[in-house]
């Protein structure tokens, strides 16, 4: 009961494809702009901003783990605004071995899922959007497939840089199992997020919920060693309900805050608290649940990095490039012409 790991599959679906997203979290967050690395996770925000962009992301993740992404997003005059791409988690190659620690031979494993994605602006201040996952999993000879969809609605307000959205997470089933007859449940996730830049100052802050489906996200028993023990009646001596209360709470909250000096340069900052309860240690303190990031764009050509503190020695490197062709077309024309003016007076 002290672990939800075991509770799901295809949890590679929650991992941030995004330098962006990991730098404030790695939940959802609102934010009505033309980056495409966020579609995946927010497609009621697809729209004609995002036109003829393509982001690629690698995030080196624990050991020989690595996680990668793709995007497209194009707008068509009468169907709207789509996006496709893919995201995989891939863990390496392992040494298989029987009971008895035999070798078996080298096999792999890996998570891959394709997705379509739609967004739609209803009025000046709503959209709405989906996203179709098509899921693929095998590990060794174990093999899984599985559809999900996510349903995304937001309010925007441009004149107060307001942003909110409300998230139904990976609802789907598995196709195929693993094992004949079993079949796991997906991820699935409520969430809710909110941003504003504010008017005077170049920040922009972010609050995300997660998990809104269920309230109790601790644990306290005798095998969390958070617990002290009475060393006279060696009863447990539990937190007070205040403490638990609010711990509890805040389990479901991640903050972040953007900083953008200038125009085509911002800093990303977080923390999250449920991921910090969950992997601090009692031996010494953690940057657990804190992460952080850059991201640059000049001309069409967008470069983020962020990092996100999961536990000591356990802090994954997210990169991610995305062009804007359009811009990039646009530029080109430019310096052409620029060019033929010096040539012909």
């Known amino acids: ?26 939940n959802l967050i609102s934010v009505y702009d033309d980056d495409p690395t966020l579609v995946f996770t927010n497609p009621s925000y697809i729209s004609n901003r995002h036109h003829n962009q393509l982001a690629l992301n690698f995030t080196d993740y624990f050991t020989t783990s690595n996680a990668l992404s793709a995007v497209y997003s194009y707008t068509f005059n009468k169907a709207g605004s789509f996006s496709a791409g893919i995201c995989a988690l891939t863990y390496g190659s392992f040494r298989g071995a029987d009971e008895n620690g035999i070798e078996t031979g080298k096999f792999t494993a890996g998570d891959y899922a394709l997705f379509i994605g739609w967004g739609r602006e209803l009025s000046n201040h709503f959209a709405v ?20 969809v996510d349903l995304a609605g937001s309010y925007f307000d441009t004149a107060s840089n307001l942003s909110i959205t409300f998230l139904l997470k990976n609802i789907g089933t598995p196709v195929k199992s693993y094992a004949p007859g079993n079949f796991e ?6 969430q809710f997020a909110l941003s504003q830049r504010l008017k005077h100052v170049p920040i922009r802050y972010h609050i ?34 205040v403490a638990q209360f609010a711990d509890n709470f805040f389990r479901h909250f991640v903050v972040g805050l953007e900083i953008e000096p200038i125009k085509y340069f911002s800093i990303q900052l977080a923390y999250n608290h449920n991921i910090h309860q969950e992997m601090k240690v009692v031996s010494r303190k953690s940057m657990a649940g804190f992460s952080y990031g850059i991201k640059l764009n000049i001309k069409g050509i967008r470069v983020g990095f962020s990092r996100l503190h999961y536990a000591v020695g356990a802090t994954p490197n997210c990169f991610d490039l995305a062009l804007d062709f359009e811009e990039l077309a646009k530029n080109s024309k430019e310096r052409k012409a620029k060019k033929l003016e010096r040539i012909i007076p």
Request: hydrophobic content about 35%; overall charge positive.
């Open 129 to 148: 959007g989906a996203n179709l996952k098509t899921i693929f999993s095998h590990y060794d000879a174990y093999y899984s497939a599985g559809l999900a």
């Open 1 to 26: 009961m002290a672990q939800t790991g075991g509770k799901f599959i295809y949890n590679f679906l929650n991992l941030s494809y995004s330098s962006r997203l990991m730098g404030l979290g790695g």
């Open 208 to 241: 995300s919920l997660h998990s809104l489906y269920r309230w109790n996200m601790n644990y306290y028993g005798r095998d969390n060693p958070f617990i002290s023990t009475d060393a006279i009646t060696g009863e447990l001596q539990y937190p007070s309900k």
């Open 185 to 190: 449940n997906l991820p699935f996730d409520i």
